[in-house]
C-alpha cells in the first residue's frame, strides 16, 4: 500500500517562506512523476509544481518563487515556497505516479496541508 503524507504548512505572513514536504512509503516504491498542486477558495484545483524524468514545470504565477525538489534515496518531494502572497492561501495535496513491484505505477494522493498567507 502506497502512502503520500504531507506536513509543513502553516500560517505565514505576506512575503514569507514555507516549506511543505511530502513523503512516500511503501514497499519497493519508485517516484515516477511527483507534483503539488492547490486548492484555493473559489476555485478549481490547479497544479502548483511537477517534476518527472521529462522536467520541472512550474505554474506562472510562482515562477522564481517555489522550487520542487526531490529526494529519492528517502522517497520525499519537497515544495520551497518563498515571498508568499495571500493568494497563494489554500490546501496544498502531494501526488505522486508511483510504481511497485505488486501494483505496477498508479497515482495517489496525500491528505493535504493548509497554507494560510495573512497578515
Known amino acids: 500500500q502506497v502512502r503520500l503524507v504531507e506536513s509543513g504548512g502553516g500560517l505565514v505572513q505576506p512575503g514569507g517562506s514555507l516549506r511543505l514536504s511530502c513523503t512516500a512509503s511503501?514497499?519497493?516504491?519508485?517516484?515516477?512523476?511527483m507534483g503539488w498542486y492547490r486548492r484555493t477558495p473559489g476555485k478549481e484545483r490547479e497544479l502548483v509544481a511537477r517534476t518527472s524524468r521529462a522536467g520541472i514545470d512550474y505554474m506562472d504565477s510562482v515562477k522564481g518563487r517555489f522550487t520542487i525538489s526531490v529526494d529519492n534515496d528517502k522517497n520525499m518531494v519537497f515544495l520551497d515556497m518563498t515571498s508568499l502572497k495571500p493568494e497563494d492561501t489554500g490546501v496544498y495535496s502531494c501526488y505522486g505516479n508511483v510504481w511497485t513491484a505488486s501494483t505496477g505505477s498508479a497515482g495517489y494522493w496525500g491528505q493535504g496541508t493548509q497554507v494560510t498567507v495573512s497578515s
Open positions: 511503501g514497499d519497493g516504491i519508485h517516484m515516477n512523476i
